[in-house]
Structures are given as structure tokens and as C-alpha cells.
């Protein structure tokens, strides 16, 4: 009996044992808890559903566990079916025979899904702001998952989950700006802690890469650190705008190719607000061709075009709290002759600092205001360095030109949105210019006024363009209104001539000329003297005289040859027209072409043959005429000599027209026509008698390269000559 009773026992024991090793080891399929599984997920969420078939069991004999797995399940979520590998749980043996069927883990392992749906499927466990974006950026793609969950008691998930996977061919449209193509990586998700592995992708047409993003979560927001890289290629410049909204108001980018490393990291909230963004990059620059017209090269650079090319650039790029810092160098071709360039530009707020060197060999280089130019071939060395405010104030501490012994340097120079002047601090000059002439001297600021000392300076270019310039102001100051003290040894008015010991004042209001006096002296001991006021009826009066008038009307090219004389010029400018009066005294010419014509026209061939020779001495020489708009007026000049004189009168319009009349008379007809007036005539010239009236009338007309002189050679004078002539011989 004893026996029987222990065979029982050894048997049920044995059976008890093969049941638990087969149930250990393969399990039982059974569908008969299918609608408790599905009641408790039910109670995780109320809108997921699944729809299962046999669902295998097995024992964990150690902690009297059952291990559930579903294979093939669908989760039914708002209409859609998703489609899963295989769902995984153990529940408590207990809870099995006592009807107590919680869920304590879950693990759940996808099949290939819509990213979409998976979207989907996170909104009905958190529907936050977040899923909300995603679910509006994301156009396509697919994802795998190993989804590792755990319960309390009450069903909620306890924070030790994990979830793995993949993102395969994945397609983001965020506001139409930045678009993601063919994006591949894979991802884990654990407590506070997100990664990003292997991730590739086109980003608006550029190949980017990731070997690693770690996202951390934080108290109100999420910290994301990581690396990319994008490979070289030729980008579309459309698509890249993307990146740089405000940048390219300016700047036409023509092309552009590159490939950089990148570190970078940054918070961001709940409200997908960003904030401490850094990043760090090392772009390999290979070519970027634009155009910026604003900066006006040309005017600077005579062999540059309208393209700028930077080829082999290294940058460093650093962002940091709002910060950029861009350090670079590498070639630059103005047109297709290359020189190399070097940067450093610092962003911050709104305020943009430079520093930068150009080393010119290959191009040249052309200061047209200061007459100097460097040639191709010449190592010269330029250095800029400054900062813009608000993009309307621009400051250069420091442009400098270097090139073997001339240098240029500016210190302290403002300009605004117009590129006008604004302020300057100091100017130094050493070089040499196109006519050969050394220009040393130094501008520097004292207060508000300014002192211009120096050795030597070539002026020539500075009194043209006041010549040709109907206003009385500087164009290059946005609003001067300073005195400028001047003190230079020696002053070139053009390439030959000079005057020493240059002494004045200048005095600006709002870029106006309100005073000026200024004295020299020529290397002949001859004085001349400048000066320019402005009376309290804002007329404008000047006056310049001169002991040595040569120099000044060898700027005058249709005369040559002139020699020795006294001039005085006086002018009165009010509301843009300009009255004056020019005289010269005791003067001789010995090459006027238009002079030259009119003699041999009116068969005075002598004549027209003395003033190519020894040259016509006139005693006397005065015009008087005014000026508005580029209009010239001559209401009247007379020039008077022992062998000729004459009377004229017309207009001339600046690059357009000239037309003049008047009367040309040889001197012996003068003296006979004198003589012959009674008494008055016997006074003057003595006891000649007049024998006849003879002069010569004339018009010049047409372009000042294509004048048209016509004459007649039988005039009799008019009473205006006689009466000038008389004038002048009684002055004499």
C-alpha cells in the first residue's frame, strides 16, 4: 500500500515536473485568456484594441511567473490597424488562477510601420504640443521598435522603459523651409535620455550625416548635443537661402560649394523654443562666387568685374550665446587674377566687428582720390579692421596699406549707410603717386577740428576737382562742420610746379565752405593768397591773387605758352550763381590755337606768326562773367596789348556748347581811330591824325573738340570798344 502510495506520489510528482519542463520549455497556445489580455490593455489606454489570435504561455518555474507572447497581433487605434511582430508580458502565476490578470512588463517588437502611425500611437498615451508638431512635419518614412515597458500596480508606466529602433527613408517638411529627404538613423529611448545613431539624410539638398545625437532631458526642457557633417557638392542656392532668411538681402550668391564637421548642442523647451545654442564647425570652403554691388570694388579694383570668388577657404566657425565667430583664410579672385585672404568677423547682438588682410600681388589697386596706384605684380599688404552697428554705422579702427616704402594708414574712420563720412581721428601718408611726387603729411583730430601738417603733399587733384565743381562743399563727409588747420612745407598744383610753406585756415559748416584763408609763396619769391568767405547774406566771396599766374593757367589747356603777369580774381556766389571777375596784368602768350586761327582768318598772318614765336604781350586782360548750373556766361572780356587787342562776349555749357562773338583789332588801327577822335584824340596819342576805322569781327561756335571760327574782315568799331580802350589807356 505504502508502495502503491509513493508510485502515486512519484508519478504525479514526475508528471508535475514534465508538465512544468514542457510548460518552461514550450509553452501552451490557448485563446481562452484573449479577452482578459485585451481588458488590460484597455485599462492602460481605453482607445487601444487588439485583435489576437492563440496566444502562447510559458512558465517561469523560478519566480512563478507566466510569460505571455502574442505573435502577429494588430493594435486597433482611431480607424487603423498596426501591425506588430509580437507582444511579450509575464503576469504572476496567482493572478492567473485567481482571475487577477495585470500586466506587470511589457514588451512589444514592431514590424516595419508608417512613422505616422507610430506618431499617432504616442498622442493617445501623451497628446502634447510636441506630437502635435511632429505629427505636422512628418510626410513619410517608416520605423522598426523594440518597445521594453513596465507597470505599477495601477497600471501606469514606471520610468525604467526602453524603447530601440530604426528610422528608415523618413520625409520632414518643417514651415517649408528645411526638408528632409531619405533621413535614416537608429534611435534609443531611456529616462531623460534620447540617442540618435548613425543618422544620414538630404537636408535641402545638401548630404548630411550624424554619427551621434544625445538628447537629455531636463527639468522644463530637453538638452541635445551632437555631431554632423555635410559632404562637398555644388549646392542650390535656392534651397540653402533657407538657412540664412535675413542674409542675402545684399549679397547675390552665384554659387557656392563646401563640406563641413560640426559640433553643436542647445536647449529646448516644451514650446519647441530654442535657447544656448552652440555649435562649432570646420567648413572646407571650395568655391562661393557673388556679387555685391554696394560695395562699389570697381572704383578701387580696375580689374575686377562684378564677381568675387573665394576658392580653398579653411573657416572656423563658433556660435555661442548668441555669438558668431568666423575665423577663415584662403584665395580670392577679382576676376580671374588670385590673391589671398585672410578673415575674422565676430557677430554679436547687433553688432558686427571685422579684421581682415588681403596680401595683393596679382591685382592692382587704384586710390583715385589720392592719386595712387599699385601695380600688378607689387607685394602690397592691406589691412581693415572695424565694426557695424544696427547695419548703418560703419567704424574701421584701422585701414592700412602697406607696399614696399609707401603706406597709407587711417585710424578711427566713421561712415554711415551711404558710405559718407562721419568721422575720422587720424590720417597718415607716405607714398609716392602716379606723377611721381611724394605725399607725406598727417591728418589728426583735435576735438572737433582738425590739423593737416606735413613735408610734402601733391594737390593737384584736390584743386581740379574744386575747379569743376560748382558747390562749394566736401561730397565724401555725411556733415562737416570743423576748422582745419593746414601747415605744409611744400604743395605740388600740378606735376611740375609747387609752392612753399603752405600756412591757413579752413573752416566747414555742415559740409559747407565757410572761411578760408590761405598764403604761399612759389619757389621765385612770388606770393599767392586764397581766400573764401561766407557774409552774413550767405554770399560766398573769393578772392586769389598772384604774383605768378603761369602755373595757374597752365591748367587751362588751350593756352600755352604763357609768361609772367600779375592776376586778381574776384568772386561773388549767392543761391548758385556765381559773378566774377577775373584780371590779369602785363602778360604775354605765345600759343592760343583759337587766338592763332582768328589772326590768320582776318590776314593778319604777321601776327598769328609772332604768337607762335616770341609770343603777343598784353598789357591789360580782364574778363567778367558768372556761372550757374555748368552755364558760363562771359558778359564781357577785353584784353588789350602793343600789338592787338580784343572785345568778346557769349556763353559756355559744360560739355555741350560753346559760342563767343566779338571784335579783334590790330593796334595801329586802335591809335589811328583815337587820333582821329578831336581833342580827346590829341591828348591821348599826340598829333596823329586818324586815316580810316579797321577791325575784324568774328564768332566761335560748336563742341570744345570741334570749334567752328568764322570772321569778317571789315568792321567798323564799335563805340563799347572805343570807350573800354579808352578805360584802359587812361588807367595806364
Do not use: C
Request: glycine share 4%; hydrophobic share 40%; aromatic share 10%.
Amino acid at each position: 500500500m505504502i508502495k502503491k502510495i509513493i508510485k502515486i506520489l512519484l508519478l504525479t510528482f514526475s508528471i508535475l515536473v514534465l508538465g512544468i519542463f514542457y510548460l518552461s520549455i514550450f509553452g501552451v497556445k490557448t485563446n481562452k485568456f484573449n479577452n482578459q489580455i485585451t481588458n488590460n490593455f484597455l485599462k492602460i489606454n481605453k482607445k487601444i484594441n487588439l485583435n489576437l489570435n492563440d496566444v502562447n504561455y510559458l512558465l517561469n518555474p523560478y519566480n512563478f511567473t507566466i510569460n505571455i507572447k502574442i505573435q502577429n497581433p494588430q493594435i486597433l487605434l482611431q480607424g487603423k490597424s498596426l501591425d506588430v511582430k509580437n507582444i511579450q508580458t509575464n503576469i504572476s502565476l496567482k493572478s492567473l488562477i485567481n482571475d487577477q490578470f495585470l500586466i506587470n512588463d511589457l514588451k512589444i517588437k514592431t514590424k516595419e510601420i508608417k512613422l505616422s502611425d507610430l506618431i499617432t500611437l504616442a498622442r493617445v498615451f501623451q497628446n502634447s504640443p510636441q506630437f502635435f508638431f511632429l505629427s505636422n512635419i512628418i510626410k513619410d518614412g517608416f520605423v522598426i521598435s523594440n518597445i521594453n515597458l513596465e507597470f505599477d500596480e495601477k497600471g501606469k508606466i514606471k520610468k525604467n522603459y526602453k524603447i530601440e529602433g530604426s528610422v528608415k527613408k523618413a520625409k520632414l517638411n518643417i514651415l517649408n523651409q528645411l526638408k528632409f529627404q531619405d533621413l535614416n538613423f537608429s534611435f534609443g529611448i531611456e529616462k531623460n535620455t534620447f540617442s540618435l545613431n548613425a543618422m544620414d539624410a538630404i537636408l535641402n539638398d545638401i548630404n548630411i550625416s550624424s554619427p551621434s545625437i544625445k538628447i537629455k532631458k531636463r527639468k522644463k526642457s530637453f538638452f541635445v548635443k551632437g555631431k554632423f557633417s555635410s559632404s562637398k557638392k555644388n549646392f542650390n542656392i535656392a534651397e540653402l537661402k533657407a538657412f540664412f532668411t535675413n542674409s542675402f538681402n545684399k549679397v547675390d550668391i552665384r554659387k557656392i560649394e563646401f563640406s563641413s564637421n560640426n559640433n553643436f548642442s542647445f536647449n529646448i523647451n516644451k514650446k519647441l523654443k530654442l535657447d544656448n545654442f552652440k555649435i562649432e564647425s570646420i567648413v572646407d570652403l571650395g568655391n562661393l562666387i557673388f556679387k555685391e554691388e554696394s560695395l562699389k570694388l570697381k572704383l578701387y579694383l580696375p580689374n575686377f568685374v562684378e564677381e568675387i570668388k573665394l576658392k580653398e577657404h579653411k573657416i572656423v566657425v563658433n556660435y555661442n550665446n548668441n555669438k558668431l565667430h568666423i575665423k577663415g583664410s584662403g584665395n580670392v579672385l577679382l576676376e580671374d587674377k588670385q590673391d589671398n585672404l585672410s578673415y575674422q568677423i565676430i557677430k554679436d547682438n547687433n553688432s558686427i566687428s571685422f579684421d581682415s588682410k588681403i596680401n595683393l600681388k596679382n591685382n592692382s589697386l587704384l586710390i583715385d582720390f589720392l592719386d595712387y596706384e599699385k601695380k600688378e605684380n607689387q607685394n602690397s599688404l592691406v589691412s581693415i579692421k572695424g565694426n557695424f552697428k544696427n547695419n548703418k554705422k560703419i567704424r574701421f579702427d584701422l585701414i592700412a596699406l602697406k607696399e614696399l616704402n609707401n603706406e597709407i594708414v587711417i585710424n578711427g574712420l566713421d561712415l554711415n549707410e551711404n558710405f559718407k563720412i562721419m568721422n575720422i581721428e587720424n590720417l597718415n601718408i607716405n607714398y609716392i603717386n602716379n606723377k611721381k611726387i611724394l605725399n607725406k603729411l598727417n591728418l589728426k583730430k583735435n576735438n572737433s577740428n582738425f590739423i593737416i601738417d606735413g613735408e610734402s603733399f601733391d594737390a593737384s587733384k584736390i584743386i581740379n576737382n574744386i575747379m569743376d565743381n560748382d558747390e562749394q562743399s566736401l561730397s565724401l563727409f555725411h556733415s562737416l562742420n570743423s576748422k582745419i588747420k593746414i601747415k605744409i612745407k611744400k604743395t605740388y598744383i600740378d606735376e611740375i610746379n609747387y609752392i612753399n610753406n603752405l600756412y591757413g585756415n579752413i573752416n566747414f559748416d555742415n559740409n559747407k565752405l565757410t572761411n578760408l584763408k590761405l598764403d604761399s609763396i612759389f619757389p621765385n619769391k612770388k606770393k599767392i593768397n586764397l581766400s573764401i568767405i561766407t557774409n552774413d547774406n550767405l554770399e560766398i566771396i573769393t578772392k586769389l591773387t598772384s604774383g605768378y599766374p603761369k602755373p595757374l593757367i597752365k591748367r587751362y589747356n588751350f593756352i600755352k605758352g604763357f609768361e609772367e603777369g600779375n592776376l586778381s580774381f574776384y568772386s561773388l556766389k549767392k543761391k548758385g550763381l556765381s559773378n566774377s571777375v577775373l584780371t590779369i596784368d602785363n602778360f604775354k602768350v605765345k600759343k592760343v590755337p583759337v587766338f592763332a586761327k582768328l589772326l590768320s582768318l582776318a590776314s593778319l598772318q604777321g601776327m598769328a606768326d609772332l604768337l607762335t614765336g616770341e609770343g603777343i604781350r598784353f598789357t591789360d586782360f580782364e574778363m567778367i562773367f558768372s556761372n550757374q548750373k555748368g552755364l558760363t556766361k562771359i558778359e564781357e572780356l577785353y584784353a588789350i596789348g602793343p600789338a592787338v587787342s580784343i572785345i568778346m562776349d557769349g556763353y559756355i555749357e559744360t560739355n555741350k556748347i560753346v559760342s563767343l562773338r566779338g571784335t579783334l583789332v590790330p593796334a595801329t588801327t586802335i591809335n589811328r581811330t583815337i587820333a582821329s577822335i578831336p581833342l580827346l584824340g590829341k591828348i591821348l596819342v599826340g598829333g596823329k591824325t586818324g586815316e580810316g576805322v579797321f577791325g575784324v569781327s568774328f564768332k566761335i561756335k560748336g563742341t570744345s573738340k570741334n570749334l567752328k571760327t568764322t570772321v569778317n574782315p571789315v568792321k567798323t568799331l564799335t563805340p563799347r570798344f572805343i570807350t573800354r580802350t579808352l578805360e584802359k589807356i587812361k588807367k595806364n
